[in-house]
């Protein structure tokens, strides 16, 4: 009786060590999986990654219930080791949505927002080769290290660069948006929202769409501007920092252009415009490269093929870029909260205050059209809409 029970109590012991072993491998699977971190934040995550050519990128992300993925303290360093402050924060700050038929327009980082419950849990599919990033025990970020192409090309010399890509993706409905951040080892930052899910509205009136299928249904055309918050910190000091407009302006009978480049002193909106080129850089007042030119970075408006000028009751529709004085309550361009005593739009931040050691916001628009086509059913295909941030004058030459 007595081996009888021993050998009881040592098919128990067993069976309790095989079901520790299976619950800790259990435990390791459903982990979340994080790089390691060397670095701090006053709030969310830190990040960092070096990329193949030696060029690094380090920052902190937080989730919040109106923006989504947030990045903040973003840095980047050089193959040579030189680091540098880019942005204070960056984030996608509202996704307004106008239909052609003007019965209904959307702003979806004001209701429901880009967080919450709206921002999907990830899994292994979304992310190929790469790293899913957890926030409040949820997978919610793809870290990826990808080829980008050419760095440079000169007959047969060449060299292949890589990015580093952050993206997450909210549904809002039929609306499905991933909002990615390509950061690139030289130095160049592309935000961008890729527009997917399924069509959410059928009429049939075909003035304002295209028809689909074979039961008269027509997609009703829609305008989805992507409004983005940039606040810079070039080099640490963003008090120092100033904000340049450029315009190739024609001249000589329209045969020569020649570059303006103007100081914007106060806050301020203005508008792309593809005849003259325009864009704007801030920069640092002090700091320079080796070769006595100021760092700064550059915001490209290339890549935005329409623009979209609202009525007069939405006023923040008449431009694309508004500079700002950076305010702890302004989170949104459109449908701002009001509760803190700031105003309700990018517009309505713009009061003619002084720029002059003012810690600078850039708020840029990107406007889409989408007029549906039969290959948007039963999904949409995914279309991209975004900008570039390049580096002017981060170095003194090609940092590879």
């Known amino acids: 009786?007595?081996?009888?029970?021993?050998?009881?109590?040592?098919?128990?012991?067993?069976?309790?060590?095989?079901?520790?072993?299976?619950?800790?491998?259990?435990?390791?699977?459903?982990?979340?999986?994080?790089?390691?971190?060397?670095?701090?934040?006053?709030?969310?995550?830190y990040l960092e990654e070096t990329l193949p050519t030696g060029a690094r990128w380090d920052l902190c992300w937080d989730v919040r219930a109106q923006e989504g993925v947030v990045l903040s303290e973003v840095h980047y360093t050089t193959p040579a080791g030189l680091r540098r402050k880019v942005l204070r924060e960056a984030s996608l700050a509202q996704i307004e949505v106008l239909y052609d038929d003007g019965?209904?327009?959307?702003?979806?980082?004001?209701?429901?927002?880009?967080?919450?419950?709206?921002?999907?849990?990830?899994?292994?599919?979304?992310?190929?080769?790469?790293?899913?990033?957890?926030?409040?025990?949820r997978p919610v970020l793809c870290q990826q290290t990808v080829g980008r192409g050419y760095l440079y090309k000169y007959y047969s010399q060449q060299r292949q660069g890589d990015a580093l890509t952050l993206f997450s993706a909210s549904q809002i409905g039929q609306h499905l948006y991933?909002?990615?951040?390509?950061?690139?080892?030289?130095?160049?930052?592309?935000?961008?929202?890729?527009?997917?899910?399924?069509?959410?509205?059928?009429?049939?009136?075909?003035?304002?769409?295209?028809?689909?299928?074979?039961?008269?249904?027509?997609?009703?055309?829609?305008?989805?501007?992507?409004?983005?918050?940039?606040?810079?910190?070039?080099?640490?000091?963003g008090a120092n920092d100033i904000v340049e407009e450029f315009a190739v302006n024609p001249a000589t009978s329209n045969t020569r252009r020649?570059?303006?480049?103007?100081?914007?002193?106060?806050?301020?909106?203005?508008?792309?415009?593809p005849d003259t080129k325009r864009s704007w850089r801030v920069r640092?007042?002090?700091?320079?490269?080796?070769?006595?030119?100021?760092?700064?970075?550059?915001?490209?408006?290339?890549?935005?093929?329409?623009?979209?000028?609202?009525?007069?009751?939405?006023?923040?529709?008449?431009?694309?870029?508004?500079?700002?004085?950076?305010?702890?309550?302004?989170?949104?361009?459109?449908?701002?909260?009001?509760?803190?005593?700031?105003?309700?739009?990018?517009?309505g931040y713009v009061s003619g205050e002084s720029l002059n050691g003012a810690d600078i916001v850039l708020w840029h628009r990107v406007t889409a059209h989408r007029l549906p086509r039969a290959e948007d059913t039963p999904a949409l295909a995914v279309q991209w809409h975004?900008?570039?941030?390049?580096?002017?004058?981060?170095?003194?030459?090609?940092?590879?």
């Open 1 to 45: 009786m007595r081996q009888f029970v021993l050998r009881l109590s040592a098919i128990a012991l067993g069976l309790a060590a095989i079901s520790m072993v299976v619950f800790w491998q259990l435990t390791l699977t459903n982990a979340p999986i994080t790089k390691a971190q060397s670095g701090t934040c006053a709030a969310g995550v």
């Open 103 to 137: 019965a209904a327009t959307l702003y979806h980082a004001g209701n429901p927002g880009l967080g919450g419950e709206q921002l999907l849990s990830l899994d292994a599919t979304d992310c190929p080769d790469g790293l899913l990033l957890y926030h409040a025990e």
């Open 178 to 237: 991933v909002v990615r951040w390509r950061l690139l080892d030289d130095g160049v930052i592309e935000p961008e929202v890729g527009d997917g899910g399924r069509l959410l509205r059928l009429r049939r009136d075909l003035q304002y769409g295209w028809p689909l299928g074979e039961n008269g249904a027509v997609g009703i055309g829609y305008v989805t501007n992507y409004w983005w918050r940039l606040d810079f910190d070039i080099g640490g000091n």
């Open 258 to 273: 020649e570059l303006a480049v103007t100081r914007l002193t106060t806050e301020t909106g203005r508008s792309t415009d």
């Open 284 to 347: 640092d007042g002090a700091l320079t490269n080796s070769d006595g030119h100021a760092i700064s970075y550059q915001l490209d408006a290339r890549r935005a093929g329409y623009r979209y000028v609202g009525p007069d009751t939405a006023p923040w529709n008449q431009h694309d870029v508004y500079v700002t004085v950076a305010r702890p309550c302004e989170r949104l361009a459109v449908r701002n909260p009001t509760t803190t005593g700031c105003a309700a739009d990018v517009a």
């Open 386 to 400: 975004g900008f570039q941030l390049l580096p002017r004058d981060w170095t003194a030459q090609n940092p590879f």
